[in-house]
């Protein structure tokens, strides 16, 4: 089962950073599934930062960006992956 937890509003290609809109609680450890026109891939977080630093947890309403294992684009959907 997924819920939704927000959309990519950035990606950094040359360092492979995706910046995410939150609307859902997204912790470190998560399982996410990116899902766009082309994009499909599912992956655990291994890192998240607001403006540069490090965080465990994020809330809604909070920009985070996070270390993505594929190239995404800007308006793909950030599912969490709730086993």
């Known amino acids: ?3 939704s937890i927000g959309t990519i509003t950035h990606y950094f290609s040359h360092l492979g950073v995706a910046v995410m809109d939150v609307t859902s609680e997204l912790r470190v450890g998560d ?3 990116i899902l766009g ?4 891939f599912t992956q655990r977080i291994a890192s998240m930062e607001i403006e540069h630093k ?3 947890v994020v809330g809604p309403g909070t920009e985070v960006a996070l270390k993505v294992e594929e ?3 800007k308006g793909d959907d950030v599912f969490k992956v709730i086993e």
């Open 1 to 3: 089962m997924e819920k």
């Open 31 to 33: 399982e996410i599934h």
């Open 54 to 56: 490090k965080v465990e």
């Open 71 to 73: 190239y995404v684009r």
């Open 37 to 40: 026109h082309i994009t499909d």
